[in-house]
């Protein structure tokens, strides 16, 4: 047995069986061979040795055998020269015959790492200053990330920053077109999402209501067909939620609407 390391991680074991134990292999190859042999006269595992012998090739005994010892003998040379395989090695079965057979595996192994003078490295901790905007801005982040939208109630109109749940229509001259239609979407008012105009129209609607919104696409507007040309939407809203952040649901009501729902709370429905 010889490992023989070449370069980038590989390197070649070489593991030779002789004798006794490669003979045995090469007997139990040949009956498991020989089970499987179908020769015209004889029942399917019942061939004689002699016949099945002139029926099987010798070398493909061998390439049998060496498969059946494989993996025992690549055990057996990985626990003896402690190699870390990192990939499923490369068999190559050479000078096989009656007496003896030569394994050759091509491995892939873990490198060998030297480390350096790290002790020695030195990282320079700069100071972070934060300014009282940056924590303003973070805190707005996070209230807006965790916060609610609760279902305004009573048919209070929306209000710019509100979230209201529409379905549209979008026409130019009298004909719907691609792509301007939608059912049950969640737009928040002021945050232009919709072109230009679109948003502030649907200000004062109220859950049920219908608006025909009108609205002259961009210029720049990636439809060359809508680009720079008036339009109409019917809209049909539904719910209409207002944002609540965090640290809003201690404090006291601010409008006549925050006071209808701080005295009615099990009226409040959370979505």
């Known amino acids: ?18 004798g006794e134990p490669w003979e045995k292999a090469c007997a139990k190859a040949f009956n498991r061979m020989k089970a499987n042999l179908n020769l015209k006269g004889f029942r399917k595992g019942q061939v004689p040795d002699a016949l099945a012998k002139k029926s099987i090739p010798a070398q493909a005994v061998y390439e049998e055998a060496a498969n059946m010892v494989a993996q025992e003998a690549l055990d057996s040379g990985v626990k003896e020269y402690k190699l870390d395989l990192v990939a499923r ?10 007496k003896s057979v030569t394994l050759e595996f091509t491995c892939t192994v873990s490198p060998d ?29 996070l209230q807006d990330h965790f916060a609610d939208w609760v279902l305004k109630e009573d ?16 026409m130019k001259d009298g004909t719907p ?8 979407y969640p737009l928040v008012l002021g945050s232009n999402t919709f072109i230009p105009g679109f948003e502030d129209q649907l200000v004062g609607i109220k859950p049920e209501e219908k608006r025909t919104i009108e609205v002259t696409f961009p210029e720049n507007y990636q439809v ?6 008036p339009a109409t939407f019917e809209v049909t809203a539904h719910d209409i939620k207002f944002r609540e952040l965090p640290g809003q649901r ?14 009615c709370p099990s009226e409040t429905r959370r979505h």
């Open 1 to 18: 047995m010889n490992w023989t390391k070449q370069e980038n991680s590989t390197g070649t074991l070489t593991v030779t069986l002789e």
């Open 89 to 98: 090695p490369v068999l190559t079965v050479k000078d096989a015959t009656e």
């Open 113 to 141: 790492v030297e480390l350096g003078d790290w002790k020695s490295i030195k990282a320079e901790k700069k100071a972070v200053e934060v300014s009282e905007e940056e924590i303003d801005q973070e805190m707005q982040h």
């Open 155 to 170: 048919g209070e109109p929306a209000e710019i920053g509100d979230q209201v749940t529409i379905d549209f229509v979008g």
């Open 177 to 184: 077109f691609e792509g301007g239609s939608g059912e049950n």
């Open 224 to 229: 060359a067909d809508l680009a720079g040309q």
């Open 250 to 263: 201690l404090q006291l009501p601010r409008t006549a609407g925050d006071q209808r729902r701080a005295d």
